[in-house]
């Protein structure tokens, strides 16, 4: 069974900084990875996914993550974070066959000015 | 294109009683999936429905079923319910006509609390 780690419950980071958002995954077969964000009362929105080719994904807002299979990571990266990327973020997987996604227990985003 | 839309978005019920949501999925999306998300459990996957089959299923206990329209619209039904139903509960669809997965929108959710 797929699982997901994400290694930071919390990041606080000052505006204008990078930032980077730690996940794990462990799967026994190929796997889908993606990003969502959740911002305050809302639903969950893509911000980035991994299906296959480039290792390096880039996605909405200026975020990009890169996969990397031997390590079983799939990190989130931002170079210069705004106030307005204050949320939540999950990472999260499937396996191909399935309309099912596997989520880590999220990391919280606050960005300090 | 709309998105996903449910409804209502905001809900309170007592213990005991019975609830249904209801989710309309993105046009021509027939996959519709259903998602509980606390803060002890985070985000859990409940079930998903195709062509008004349900396909997939979580780990929940049979008080949590759902079902599937002709037009893709889905609903989940929580019975008896109990204060640890108290949840964000979210909705997404996809084509899901693929074969493998397809990536999943998600609509805003509907907070229910159970007092």
């Known amino acids: 069974a797929q699982s997901v780690t994400q290694l930071d419950s919390q990041v606080p980071v000052f505006e204008e900084a990078p930032v980077e958002l730690r996940c794990n995954y462990s799967?026994?077969?190929?796997?889908?990875l993606f990003w969502y964000v959740q911002y305050p009362n809302q639903g969950l929105q893509l911000l980035l996914k991994?299906?296959?080719?480039?290792?390096l994904v880039k996605g909405i807002n200026g975020f990009e993550a890169e996969f990397n299979k031997s390590q079983t990571s799939f990190h989130l990266r931002k170079p210069s974070v705004h106030i307005s990327d204050t949320a939540e973020y999950f990472c999260?997987?499937?396996?191909?066959?399935?309309?099912?996604?596997?989520f880590g227990q999220g990391t919280r985003l606050t960005i300090n000015p | 294109k709309a998105g996903v839309t449910q409804t209502p978005r905001y809900l309170i019920k007592t213990r005991g009683q019975q609830v249904t949501l209801s989710c309309s999925p993105i046009?021509?999306?027939?996959?519709v999936s259903w998602y509980q998300q606390t803060p002890g459990q985070g985000l859990q996957f409940l079930f998903e429905?195709?062509?008004?089959?349900?396909?997939n299923k979580g780990n929940f206990p049979g008080r949590f079923s759902g079902r599937q329209f002709s037009n893709s619209r889905s609903e989940m039904n929580v019975s008896t319910l109990e204060l640890g139903d108290s949840a964000l509960y979210l909705c997404?669809?996809?084509?899901?006509?693929?074969?493998?997965?397809?990536?999943?929108?998600f609509g805003p959710g509907t907070r229910l609390l159970v007092l």
């Open positions: 997404a669809s996809s084509f899901g006509t693929s074969g493998s997965y397809e990536t999943q929108y």
């Open positions: 799967s026994s077969v190929s796997v889908y």
């Open positions: 991994y299906l296959s080719g480039s290792t």
């Open positions: 999260a997987v499937s396996d191909q066959g399935a309309q099912k996604l596997v």
């Open positions: 046009s021509g999306h027939r996959s």
């Open positions: 429905y195709f062509s008004e089959t349900q396909r």
